[in-house]
């Protein structure tokens, strides 16, 4: 199995002062797979590297940084933004790695992303990075 993401994620601008005081800013993307016919695999997505201290694999705190200052962040598995998209196996599946069965063609498997409102920090390019793995 193989999985990719066809491009970086982008919140765009972010203001938590007045334009996203009480306004999440939500993002689409997409992690492509191409497992062989039947396969069952699960899409891993790992805390990033700017995760807070001890917040684990299956449900990630993740935050993007700019030098000492952070914006929080998550990536989810549905569009409630409930289901974080972390690593691993979840028993109820309101964490971990989002399973996924092969079709024998590449597949764009929907992700979610929430930049939560009224997080007040200085202007300038925040960024994290991510892997996305397959275990099969």
């Known amino acids: 199995c193989i999985a990719s993401v066809q491009s ?5 601008d972010y203001d938590g002062i007045i334009d996203n005081a009480t306004d999440d800013i939500n ?5 492509s797979a191409l ?3 039947g396969t069952d ?3 891993n997505i790992d805390a990033g590297e700017n995760s807070a201290d001890g917040s684990g694999t299956l449900s990630p705190s993740r935050a993007m940084a700019n ?3 952070t914006l929080n962040y998550n990536l989810f598995k549905n569009p409630g933004y409930t289901n974080v998209w972390g690593a691993g196996v979840d028993s109820d599946g ?3 790695g989002n399973p996924y069965t092969g079709t024998g063609g590449t597949q764009d ?7 939560p409102a009224g997080q007040v920090v200085p202007d300038g390019a925040y960024t994290d990075k991510v ?3 397959v275990t099969y």
Do not use: H, M, N, Q
């Open 94 to 96: 309101a964490g971990g």
């Open 109 to 115: 498997v929907a992700g979610y992303a929430k930049l």
């Open 67 to 69: 030098g000492e200052f």
């Open 131 to 133: 892997t996305v793995t």
């Open 41 to 43: 695999g699960v899409i």
């Open 35 to 37: 497992c062989s016919l």
């Open 27 to 31: 993002v689409e993307f997409a992690v």
């Open 8 to 12: 970086a994620l982008d919140f765009g």
